[in-house]
């Protein structure tokens, strides 16, 4: 069997790990930038009863024609622009890396940043080329950057707006100079929209090689895995010949539908995330031995004193919270913990493992 994987597997696909998940069973959960909120009982059966009603023997409409009307209501989508469907966020970059790939075809990102721009371009047989962020505060190298496109060419660039894992808010003119430097596509990844008051959607059509790409995970609706991305029709009509038909099943399409009707419960729901992670950030200042990093997302990233990241995430972990530890990950992030904003009560107990640990 193993002559035959080696034959058949490309070699670049053999030396990759696979993506770990770690079983968060029995843990305080505030590894993964979720919504710790829940809905109310009252709405969690109306939308039992919409699910009643749907036909799983049918397939999904291919083009989630009614995801696609309510997201352009609740995020003020223009009919101008196109809206295309993906399974996640992930299932978007994977479509933009299949529509583009050649030999010798470059996808560019800044570094430390979203994992799996990375990984599906190397899927896709596509060069990664990922430009380091300034190690103080994880902001845009310009030089470096507009040196690293005019060197390297690439189809694609991501920039993500907040970043993942950094936290922090790029500065929005960097990214002006970036998208007018680029050769090919310029996509914002704005997973963290619902965290943060700035936005490129508003944009679009300022520059015919930028789209907008976002989720409605960190919504609170993670479990659907819906992503969207937004941008000029000539553009996702391409896109859209490498989507898989019916791609978004009937159930996404359904929940997606009735979860935006409410909308301003998720935006209740992000308002009082926001203010938590404020909470969490000065509880965080106060610790001695600890740094964490401004964040405009629903994480935040701190670094701890040399030699301890790993025995502080095994001691919180063996106290019942599970956090994402980045030590080792990327040599700019050696030391770093990233803690999701938790419900007030889930922070409480975050903040009183961790002040046993230090």
Not at 41 to 62: H, M, T
Not at 169 to 191: H, K, N, Q, S, T
Not at 210 to 230: C, H, N, Q
Request: overall charge negative; proline content about 6%.
């Amino acid at each position: 069997m193993h002559d035959l994987i080696s034959q058949l597997i490309r070699p670049d696909i053999r030396a990759l790990t696979a993506y770990h998940i770690p079983d968060p069973a029995g843990l305080v959960k505030l590894d993964a930038m979720e919504n710790p909120y829940g809905w109310p009982e009252a709405l969690k059966a109306e939308w039992l009863e919409v699910l009643r009603e749907l036909a799983l023997n049918r397939y999904p409409d291919p083009q989630g024609s009614a995801v696609q009307a309510a997201l352009r209501e609740a995020m003020g989508i223009t009919s101008d622009m196109g809206l295309l469907l993906g399974n996640g966020s992930d299932e978007l970059i994977q479509m933009l890396a299949v529509a583009v790939a050649q030999p010798g075809r470059k996808v560019l990102s800044l570094d430390p940043g979203f994992v799996m721009y990375r990984m599906i371009a190397r899927f896709a047989g596509m060069d990664y080329v990922g430009v380091p962020l300034r190690p103080d505060d994880f902001s845009i190298d310009l030089p470096a950057t507009l040196d690293a496109i005019q060197r390297e060419q690439p189809a694609l660039v991501y920039l993500a707006y907040p970043n993942n894992p950094t936290g922090n808010r790029f500065d929005a003119d960097d990214m002006v100079r970036i998208i007018e430097a680029a050769p090919g596509l310029v996509i914002v990844d704005e997973a963290y929209a619902p965290f943060t008051d700035c936005s490129f959607l508003g944009l679009l059509g300022d520059w015919q090689n930028l789209l907008v790409m976002r989720t409605v995970s960190k919504m609170g609706l993670a479990g659907i895995r819906l992503g969207y991305l937004v941008g000029p029709h000539a553009w996702l009509e391409q896109i859209d010949k490498v989507r898989l038909p019916y791609n978004i099943n009937v159930l996404t399409q359904a929940s997606a539908v009735f979860a935006l009707k409410y909308k301003p419960l998720l935006d209740e729901q992000a308002r009082m995330i926001r203010a938590e992670r404020q909470r969490l950030q000065t509880a965080l200042t106060t610790l001695n031995g600890v740094h964490a990093y401004p964040s405009e997302a629903n994480f935040i990233l701190m670094r701890v004193a040399e030699g301890r990241a790993d025995a502080i995430f095994k001691g919180l972990k063996d106290q019942g919270i599970l956090i994402k530890n980045l030590n080792g990950a990327y040599p700019m992030l050696d030391e770093c913990l990233r803690v999701t904003v938790g419900r007030a009560e889930e922070n409480a107990a975050f903040l009183s493992a961790l002040s046993r640990l230090l």
